[in-house]
Every structure is written in C-alpha cells, then in structure tokens.
C-alpha cells in the first residue's frame, strides 16, 4: 500500500461500470448477437394451473412461412433427463411440461422463427388438447384430505419432511415460565429485475458442444446439473455471461431450466436459438420467494431469558422441487439462534408441492420468513413478559466477548457487537422520544406503533448446506460435499496493462469497483488503471460450483482471493523491480504507478517496465520469478466443512448484523400505514466502498418495505395467477419510500483477509418484519398478515378490540 | 402517420440525437424494437413492453414517451433523443454526472429511462421540490437502489442550476 495516500478500499470510490450504463454503451443480453443465424424463440405456456395435456398440434404453427421449427414437451422430454434434486423424491422436474402441466405459466411449447413477432404469431396457432385438473391452490389445498397429489409417484403433496433437534428442547419447554407461541404465514413476493432472463444457445457439431450466453447469475453448482440434464461432459456445456446484468437478487438463478430448454432445442432444431423472456412470462412463470405456514414457540424464564426455541416450517415449494432448493428452508437452518444465546433447538421442515410456479432465490432468500417467525416472536414476548422489546433481545444477545460463536447447529458466527448495534438504533431513532410520542399519540385515540427486528446475515454459502434436506445416512452415500470456493485472476499483459477477472457476475453491486480498489491498493496503481472482467467463461475462467452472485458472496469470499492474487502479483513485481534497483524486494513499494526503494522518490521504475520485463525478457529474470504475469487463487474458506452426523454445519463464512426501528402511524380511516421513523443499523464488517455499502442498503431496505406493505403474488382458489403484469404487480416506487436513517457499527470479520462481511441481503430480511411489529404494537393484536395492504390495515385497524 | 398494409414494411425516417437515421418497419414493430434493433441504439431498455415501468422511455419531439407503446411507422419525420445523445460528446451531461457521483444507479437497466424523464422534467420544471421528484420518478421502476440516489441527483442539478442563476443576479 502507498505511504503518499490515503487507500482506495474504503472510500466512497465513484464506480467504474456506470460511465457505460450512463451512456447507453453497456451491453446486456439482448444486446448481443455473438453468432450469425439466430433464430428467435417464443415459448407457448400453460393457461392452466394443472392439466393432463391430451395432444399438441403443431403443423399450422410449423406451416407459418417465417418458422424454423416447433418442438413439444415430449420432444424435448426425449432429448433430455430430469434435472436432479437434492431431495431423493419421485419428481421428474423438466424444463417443459411433459404430458400434464403443473402450475400456470409453464412452458408447453416452443417455436423458434426468424424474428420474435413471427415466432409469437405462430405459438398461437399451436392447439393444445387440456384435460383441466383440480388444481391445489395453496397450502392447506395441498395438505387437505384427498388433495389431487401434483406428482403421482411421490402419493402426497407433502414431498419432504425432516425434522432436527439441537440440544434439549423438550426439557427447555418443560421447564419454562414462559412459552410464546406465534402463528404465522409469508405471501410469496419477488424482486422482478427490470431486465427479465435472457439466454442464446448454440450447439455444434465436431465436437459436440453446446454453448449457451446468457444473464444467468450462478451458482454455478448448476452448471453440473445442466450437464446432468443434458447428458454431456461439463467441457461440451459452455456458459458465457453478458457483460451487463440488470439485476437479479437471486431470481436469475432460475433462468437454467430455460438454457437446458435452449440448449436441447438447438440441438434438435439445428440453429442457434435466443430467447428474451418477457415481463409477463417472468411475472407468471420465473420463479419466487416461498410463501409459508408455520408457528414458531419460544421458552422462556421469567426473568426473560430465552431457553428453547422450536419452528415448524411449513413451504410451499410450487410444482417442482427446482435446484438449488430446497436451500431456501436451509439456509438459515444452522443459524435458527439468530443473534439470541439459546442452547435449545428443534426444527421441523415440511415441503408442499402447489400449482404454483416453483420457489427459487429473491432477496434474503429464507432470512425474510425466517425473521418473521422469530423476531415476530420476540417482539410477541416482550409484550407477553411486559418487557421492552430492546431490553429482551439485548438481555438474549450473544455478547462481544463470545465470537467467535459456534451455534447450536453449527454455524461459526465471526464477530459482532449486537448490543452496541441495537444501541446504536435507538440513539439514532431516538428510541425515548418515539417511545413518549406513542404515548402522547395513543392518549388522543392515534394508532402508533413501534417495532424492532435484528438480525445475523449469513453470507459466502457453503455449499453442503442444502444437504441437510438428506438423511446423514443419504450424505454419507452420496460421498462428500463442502465449502464455497471463490475464484480470481489478476494479470498483466506485455504492455503492462492489468486485468482482474472474478467470474463473480455481477448484476448491478459494482464488482468491478471493488476489485479495482483492492488491486490498486495492492499495486501502488490508480483504479481507473485496473480493468475488471466479471464475466464467467466456463472454458475459459478459473471458476468452480460456488461462482455465481448469490449470497452475498462477493465481500465475504471472492475478496479473499482478488486480495491474495493481487499480493502475489505484486510480491513479483517487488522482486523484479529489487533486481534492478539491485536491493532486496522486502525495501521495493509499489506506490503512485512506480516502483522504488521505499521512502526514496528517485530512481523510480514505472509499474508497467517492471511488468512488462516478465513477458519480454524472461532469461533475465532474477531467481525465483517465473515469466509471465498470471496469477490465479481458488480458495475455499476453512470453516465450510461437511454436516456432521448430528446435521450440524457452518453453512455461511461471514455473518453481520443487522437492527432495523420502524415507527408507524395507522389511518383507520384509511388503511394507511405512515413510516414516521425508519432506522437501519448495520455491521458488515469493513466498508470495503462506502456509497456501494450505502446503496446495497437503500435497495434492500425497498425490497423489504415492498414486501411489507404492497407486493404479493396473487392465486386464486383455483390456482389462477392474479398478478400478470405490473398493474397488478405493484412494485415499490418513489413516492411511496420513506426517509431511511442508516447507522454503521464495524467488527472487523477474521475472515478474508480484508475484514469485511458479506451484505446486501440486508432490510429485505427485516423490514416485513419490522413494520409488522409496528402495525402489532399499533393495533393491540399479533395476527397480522402480509403484505400490509390498505384494504388488509383498514380491516384489522377497524376490528380491533 | 405512415400507411403500411399488414404484411409489408416501409422506411421510417428520423433525426435521432440530432443525425438523420432511416430504417425499415413492419406496421407494428415497437418503437423500442426499431430503435434497438432496426439502427443499433441499444442504449434503450426494454423493462415490461406493458408501459408501467419506464425503463424504455424516449424523447420525441421534445416530449417523454414510452417507446414500447409507440410503433415505429407513428414517428416518421419526429426528432428522437435517446440516452447515447444525452452527453456532449465524451462528456456525460451534468445529471448523468450527478447520477454518478450520488450512486443513482446500480444495475443500470432502468437509468436511460429514467435520465430522460428526468431531463425532460428538468426543462419544464427547474426547481423541483423533492415531492415532485417522487412524483416525476412515480413513472418509472427501479428495483436496486430504493430512489434515494435518484432523488440527490436531480435535487443536485436543480440546486446547481439555481446557484449558477444566483450568482448570475448578484
């Protein structure tokens, strides 16, 4: 690092991919044309929710004059094998319906044509024989005597269920003060990027190889399972990103069944194929955030303190079990303790098949549900016991000089400060003035409502975790799985020039931004002298199952291995510069673009001469440095090791913290909720660039006020989608987002080197709950239900006892 | 308007950001889909092709329009500016610098969309209070950054506007 300037790392660094998305120059999916030839698909969807499909017609769509080809379910069926689970169920899952249709919006036919227009007109000319079915519309559908099961091998609608038990919750319960019990349900809702999936697939003979550009976001682990789908070795599947993504928070993960789709129909139809998903294919069709059913109960002593906590999940996974679920219910499994002290727990996970589209990620990915459940409870139980909901949880938090802390189920948390976290909350949302403007308010009949939420946020996942779903006899059979490799290369050219490449597939989170930082810190270099590559490459990148954007997997892992690439590039580069400057490499630094003998201005070597000696000059090397530039560090973090006969694992490498304070006014005339205060307080370790921080939480923060207040994807009894298009879908805009104060406190995580923790997942885990504790505090009343819409409030504010 | 029977396409001629560009167009080919894929201005997004979003949001004629509820054949002989003429030149406009440096964008899908509007309400209305930005970006989607570095930024450009006409006075 250069002694003449502050470090970039840190800093409120502008970034460098927006000069390009400002001016139109950026390049997304479909923006790209890599090939000649492409035709264009459009893909015939279900109208019903469940249907035996008795016949497909295709000859007048195949006789339209701009058509290339048709293909059916059982074409593709044909042509492909079922996408594996990691739950061992009698589920044939294909990227198309084969014989019966399965949820509103799936895929039944496909026509490929010389333009998009073309191939749309003559989908419609497709007739699809439906015999309608009894659709199950939702959970108690799906679990109610004589429900119509969705897949016939597996008998039930119930196609999972295990249940675990971490220490001695009977006894906690048996011995208890207190028991608080909540009752709960979460809608399903979804962050919907604005730029929808997108995928060109290509397949070629001599050799046979598929080559699939795409905005698919990782985890590449599905790479594996696409090649499984597809029956070919994982050198003869070549996925390659757009440069640009426009968004995702998980949701592009479920893209892959379409590029298997893609892939085989190229195949078959011998044409390179591009589809663009459009928005009311992605609103019915794409994928989710899980609703649920469950009740939470927690045990507690009279003094407060929290012994035993047992969860009962009840998932609607939609039609399909879809890879990578069912990690969603698993993800925040080995951290069900939240930030809370408690030795007791037992969890029991039931999976339900819907006629609905199947769950994937969206923001948070299970921490939403997760949270609701618990930290409603905490709230509940602070009324319950007549404490402050602040002196609960800080009476239960894990405490400082405990990290780093091993859960009951396994999960090793970092570093913290919970309290000084929550401490920070109320100081910032002036917890003592709120809490006399409520009393002040409700004196004069005003509904005003307080609530908290706090939270650990899991980040850079192991990838065993989701193989909790098996039985330690299923893991043990089949063979070993862990950890979460991040990948990274750091070279330079023979003009000097340097490159990054993170296979980190960014969609929006600025990467880029971020690697050049730490590069140039390393390297005495500028950022705008360090081009960034984010792309994946499958032939060509160093990558491996756990790349991808997901997780937030960039800040606890992938800068791990951009800062170690970047110290060994510059340790060589010391090594060449100490041979001329004839001293030893350990009195070179590498400041201002030069290097030189450290503290001494003169006798300065350009950066770029130094390097480049390495590519033109390599006989006279000095002992010790190899020729070329090109350093690459795969690392997997330690502590992901596998589940353990007792099902418990670190499932996450880094986990911040997160304490969320809504204050809230309801209108009873009306049904509104009026945000009067908003606080978000957050550790995310070191601040690695202070705006991206600060725009990670702004964003979270209006997924989850989106999904408190507005946004649900909507059935009917009859499984009928209700939220086609973004009339009907309302996403949270401008007018409706409150003033968010947002507060900092930093422990510096042991892990990766840099000291800073995965995030980005953020508010979207606490702000439905939060606000929901708000509208419980306001109204007198815990059944309170998702999204707080203003028919839903005005009910419930005009109810109440 | 142009007159084009169903099956037949006709040249639709234009001044995007200020050059005159001509390309062919079926009767219902997307204004949107011509910009982008008839004269390779890609800069455009198309975000819900159901004009709710906004992402796709074009000036013709002076005026904020949404181009996926547009067809090419309707703006024959109309003056286009897209966000690839927002600059001059290399140099990014003062509200694309703004939005730089407030952080208004993340992934970037919804920001040319935005830009226009928001020049386009710039021009008619200088000195936006922070309620009529909302109101202004109410038109559009954006599903990263919350708003918040939206709003700055054009609070930003107005309030730098307002400062430069002050001094002006003194």
């Known amino acids: 690092m250069a002694a003449d300037r502050a470090p970039y790392v840190g800093a409120a660094f502008p970034r460098k991919e927006d000069g390009a998305l400002l001016t139109g120059a950026a390049r997304f999916i479909d923006d790209m044309s890599p ?57 044939d899952y294909y990227p198309i319906a084969v014989d019966k249709v399965r949820y509103a919006g799936e895929p039944v036919a496909l026509v490929a044509a010389s333009d998009r227009y ?41 196609v999972h269920r295990r249940s675990f038990r971490y220490g001695d919750p009977e006894t906690a319960f048996a011995e208890a003060d207190h028991v608080v019990r909540l009752d709960w349900k979460f809608p399903r809702y979804a962050s919907t990027p604005m730029e929808t999936y997108g995928a060109i697939a290509h397949f070629e003979r001599s050799p046979d190889r598929y080559t699939v550009w795409s905005n698919f976001q990782g985890p590449f682990i ?38 298997i789709l893609l892939a085989a129909a190229s195949r078959l139809l011998d044409a390179p194929l591009k589809w663009i998903e459009d928005r009311l294919e992605h609103l019915i069709g794409s994928s989710s955030a899980s609703s649920r059913r469950d009740a939470i109960e927690a045990a507690f002593r009279a003094d407060g303190t929290l012994t035993g906590l047992r969860f009962r999940n009840i ?45 994937g990620l969206n923001r948070g990915y299970g921490g939403p549900q997760f949270y609701y459940a618990l930290e409603r409870a905490m709230d509940a139980a602070a009324r319950a016991l007549r404490l402050d909901p602040a ?116 969609a929006g989170q600025g990467h880029g931004t971020v690697a050049a930082q730490i590069v140039a810190d390393a390297l005495g270099l500028r950022p705008e002298d360090i081009d960034v590559i984010t792309e994946m490459d499958t032939l060509t990148s160093a990558w491996s199952l756990a790349s991808g954007n997901y997780a937030n997997r960039f800040s606890s892992v992938v800068v791990g291995a951009i800062a170690e690439s970047a110290r060994r590039v510059a340790d060589k580069i010391r090594l060449l510069a100490a041979d001329t400057l004839e001293v030893a490499p350990e009195d070179v630094e590498l400041v201002g673009g030069a290097a030189r003998i450290v503290g001494v201005p003169e006798g300065a070597l350009p950066f770029r001469r130094v390097a480049a000696r390495a590519h033109w000059h390599p006989a006279g090397l000095p002992e010790g440095a190899g020729p070329g530039i090109f350093e690459t560090t795969i690392l997997s973090p330690p502590e992901l090791g596998p589940p353990d006969e007792r099902d418990r694992v670190a499932p996450a490498v880094t986990f911040g913290f997160v304490c969320d304070l809504a204050a809230i006014e ?92 995965g995030m980005g997942d953020g508010s979207s885990m606490l702000a439905p709950t939060a606000i929901a504790n708000a509208a419980a505090d306001a109204l007198g009343r815990e059944d309170i239900e998702l999204p707080l819409t203003l028919d839903r409030v005005w009910g419930l504010a005009g109810a109440r006892p | 308007m142009l007159r084009v029977k169903p099956d037949a396409t006709c040249r639709v001629t234009v001044t995007v950001n200020g050059a005159a560009r001509s390309g062919r167009a079926g009767p219902r080919l997307l204004l949107c889909d011509f910009l982008r894929h008839e004269l390779g201005l890609y800069g455009t997004r198309v975000g819900c092709e159901h004009g709710v979003c906004g992402a796709c949001t074009v000036m013709v004629d002076g005026r904020a329009v949404r181009s996926c509820l547009t067809f090419a054949v309707q703006v024959d002989g109309a003056e286009i500016r897209t966000v690839e003429g927002l600059g001059d030149g290399g140099a990014l406009s003062p509200l694309q610098e703004a939005f730089r440096r407030r952080h208004a964008l993340q992934c970037g899908y919804c920001t040319a969309g935005v830009l226009i509007s928001a020049t386009r309400f710039l021009e008619t209305n200088p000195r936006p209070t922070e309620a009529e930005v909302r109101d202004m970006l109410s038109g559009h989607i954006c599903r990263c950054t919350g708003y918040h570095g939206m709003v700055r930024a054009i609070l930003d450009v107005a309030g730098a506007e307002e400062g430069e006409e002050e001094e002006r006075r003194r």
């Open chain 1, 35 to 91: 090939l000649p030839g492409i035709r264009h698909v459009a893909l015939l969807r279900a109208p019903h929710p469940h249907a035996r499909i008795r016949a497909v017609e295709t000859a007048r769509a195949a006789a339209h004059p701009a058509v290339h080809g048709v293909l059916t379910g059982r074409q593709i069926a044909a042509a492909v094998r079922p996408i594996p689970s990691a739950v061992r169920v009698p589920i």
């Open chain 1, 118 to 158: 073309a191939a749309e007109d003559a989908a419609e000319l497709i007739e699809v024989d439906y015999e309608p079915l009894p659709a199950v519309a939702d959970l108690d559908a799906a679990l109610a005597e004589g429900a119509a099961p969705l897949h016939e091998a597996v008998g039930s609608n119930l």
């Open chain 1, 222 to 259: 599905l790479h594996a399972l696409m090649c499984g789908a597809l029956g070919t070795p994982g050198n003869r599947l070549r996925l390659i990103t757009a440069p640009h993504s426009g968004g995702s928070f998980g949701i592009k993960q479920g893209l892959f069944p379409y590029m």
């Open chain 1, 315 to 359: 998932v609607d996974v939609g039609a399909y079990i879809r890879a990578p679920e069912p990690a969603s219910v698993y993800r925040m499994h080995s951290a069900s303790n939240g930030c809370y002290r408690v030795p007791a727990i037992s969890i029991d996970n039931r999976l339900v098949a819907t006629n609905r589209v199947p769950i």
């Open chain 1, 391 to 506: 002196e609960i949880r800080r009476r239960n938090f894990i405490r400082r000089e405990e990290f780093p802390y091993r859960t009951p189920g396994g999960a090793l948390y970092d570093s913290g400060d919970y309290a000084a976290g929550l401490d920070e909350a109320l100081r910032l949302a002036d917890y003592r003035a709120l809490d006399a403007r409520r009393a002040r308010a409700r004196s004069e009949g005003r509904l005003f409502g307080i609530g908290l939420a706090a939270a650990v946020e899991p980040s850079g996942s192991n990838m065993a975790y989701v193989t909790l779903a098996q039985t330690p006899e299923e893991r043990a059979r089949a063979g070993g799985r862990s950890g979460g490799l991040g990948s990274c290369t750091v070279s330079i050219d023979p003009s000097g020039a340097v490159t990054v490449r993170t296979v980190s597939t960014p």
């Open chain 1, 666 to 757: 309801i209108d009873p005339a009306t049904g509104r909720i009026d945000i009067v205060k908003y606080v978000s307080v957050h550790d995310v370790g070191t601040i690695l660039n202070a705006s991206i921080v600060e725009g990670q939480i702004h964003g979270g923060f209006a997924h989850g006020l989106g999904g408190a207040l507005m946004e649900e994807m909507v059935y009917d009894a009859e499984g009928n989608f209700q939220s086609g298009s973004f009339a009907d879908y309302l996403c949270i805009t401008a007018p409706e987002m409150p003033p968010l104060t947002v507060g900092h406190v930093t422990t510096r995580s042991p892990q990766g080197g840099l000291g800073a923790k």
